[in-house]
């Protein structure tokens, strides 16, 4: 599916220059493309006089996820959502994760199809009550995620974004009309490590919490992923916990997550789980009134209270499900204070399960 096969699929967010190249304007990277050439993300190449998508309807796979793993602790807890992505990333994180994907210059990758029809009958016919575009970024393949949330919404089913936020304001505003809640990953809180590990720059992540905030109903939770001694030291997470009860207000759930070996960053040690329950610390101590630690056992860094009465509202381990103190309309049963958040009155059971699905068999 190469656009000089003639096969990319049109988009809108790019303009032609005076020296005879083409800008693409969907991110701050500004790629600017001669005829044949790919942006960093690889996914939106130039093609004749415009930029086009080179992956719409194309996957690395399928997967019924728990809405808990995006991470999103307050958005519909319990349920099953379909997560999928497709290849390339427009930042180039030198701890990327899911670097097999989203640093993949292969289309071979994307083994799995689907048009946005057929993937919404098959999340509904799945149990799934939100769709997640996931793995890399969705903002390098916003028309097939559109498109893929408009057929979704004519079933009832949710859009979700997995992001960090990469985008410029014209294609996020549009973005963003088609999506339910996010999860944007704020690397940092400096310009130095976006410059450095990620090839990016800050300001264009912290425009897009704001404007979600903001401009938005979309339902969001922050992930901070801690790399020892490069983004983790009291004084950056409690600059950054300020700015979020300050820019965003106390209830924007965080979520600080431990970092493990990975892609061009092996030669640092994991997170110390200690250094997650710290940075939890800094933020409930800042007015953040959702912290939460990820990828370590740790039940109670996991579950949610009452930031009025302190009362356990949803116990968590790992991805199951325990206590439910929330009543239907989202309040503590203890105090009747409410909880922030898009809840219905009963919990989702689908519990820690992961099922990968082809498509063609649901």
Known sequence: MD???????????????????????VCPRACRLNEGQRGLCFVRARQGDAIV??????????????????????????????????????LACRFCQNW????????????????PEQLARAAAQLGCRSVAFTYNDPVIFMEYAIDCAQA????????????AGYMCPEPRAEFYAHMGAANVDLKAFTEGFYHDVCAGHLAPVLETLEYLKHETDVWFEITNLLIPDLNDSEQEVDAMT?????????????????????????????????????????????GVRYAFTGNVYDRKGQSTYCHSCGGVLIERDWYELGAWSLGADGRCMRCGTPCAGIFEGNPGNWGARRVPVRLGAT
């Not at 979704?152 to 992001?163: M, Q, R």
């Not at 030669?267 to 939890?280: E, F, S």
């Open 3 to 25: 656009a000089a096969a003639g096969v990319g699929h049109p988009t809108t967010y790019w303009h032609s220059l005076e020296d005879g190249r083409v800008q693409c304007d």
């Open 53 to 90: 998508l080179t992956t719409y309807g194309r996957s690395s796979g399928f997967c019924v996820d728990p809405i808990e793993k995006k991470p999103l602790n307050h958005f519909l807890p319990g349920t099953a959502v379909l997560s999928f992505g497709t290849a390339g990333c427009n």
């Open 100 to 115: 097999d994907i989203s640093k993949s210059r292969e289309i071979d990758t994307l083994a799995d199809s689907a048009s």
């Open 152 to 163: 979704c919404h004519e079933l009832g089913i949710n859009a979700v974004a997995v992001t």
């Open 242 to 286: 300020r700015w979020v009860v300050d820019r965003l207000g106390p209830d924007v759930p965080m979520h600080f997550t431990a970092f493990h070996p990975d892609w061009k960053m092996r030669d640092r040690p994991p997170t110390p789980p200690q250094t997650l329950t710290r940075a939890r610390r800094i933020a409930v101590e800042n």
